[in-house]
């Protein structure tokens, strides 16, 4: 019994140490762009050493990237609970969808980094130059959750109305020409009759 138990303790432990680092990046990132956060920094606010925090995530681009991957895993966690409930009303998912990341421009640093719109900003450069595995995922789970909350929609279709999403998000994110409520309306009004089209040809 005690070597079953184990490996799950050594896994608990592990999932606690990256979130705490993690979540000791969000609070420092709440008041300064991460190129002005230090390694030691991070390790001070975690309450763990330089060498725990180097062992654990590597250096400071991979732990850029897990923070840019978990924040926007995060948001797709409350994209899909939107969408779902409003899977009666496609548009109206479709604009809560996106005024959730919107909205948060003002107050998440992940979001703030795309608004900022800064080429210096590392954090940018993960989600728009080098931003390859992380677009990819997060169209991946939009795209999953479309097909779930509609179920029967054609596979590539889905997957483009996921990426136009995620890629009209981020662009209206970094160069914002109104409300984010104005916004998510106007995009869910455009793209809805593509949704509707695909709901009608199940």
């Not at 994209?79 to 409003?86: G, I, K, P, Y």
């Not at 795309?114 to 390859?132: C, F, P």
């Amino acid at each position: 019994m005690a070597t079953a138990v184990k490996p799950r303790f050594a896994e608990a432990s592990k999932t606690l140490l990256r979130d705490t680092v993690l979540d000791a990046v969000h609070e420092l990132l709440e008041n300064r762009p991460w190129a002005e956060v230090t390694m030691g920094e991070v390790a001070e606010r975690a309450g763990v050493s330089r060498q725990t925090l180097y062992n654990t995530f590597g250096g400071r681009d991979e732990l850029s990237q897990a923070y840019v991957i978990r924040e926007a895993d995060r948001f797709l966690a409350l994209v899909a609970e939107t969408v779902r409930a409003n899977g009666d009303d496609p548009r109206a998912a479709l604009a809560a969808a996106l005024g959730i990341f919107l909205s948060a421009a003002a107050t998440h640093p992940l979001v703030r980094a795309i608004a900022s719109s800064k080429d210096s900003d590392e954090l940018l450069a993960l989600i728009t130059v080098r931003g390859g595995p992380v677009l990819g995922g997060v169209t991946s789970g939009l795209a999953r959750v479309i097909a779930e909350t509609w179920p029967g929609l054609p596979g590539p279709e889905t997957h483009f109305l996921a990426d136009c999403l995620v890629r009209l998000a981020i662009s209206h994110a970094a160069l914002p020409g109104s409300s984010p409520q104005e916004t998510s309306a106007s995009i869910a009004e455009i793209l809805g009759p593509y949704l509707d089209r695909l709901l009608d040809g199940r």
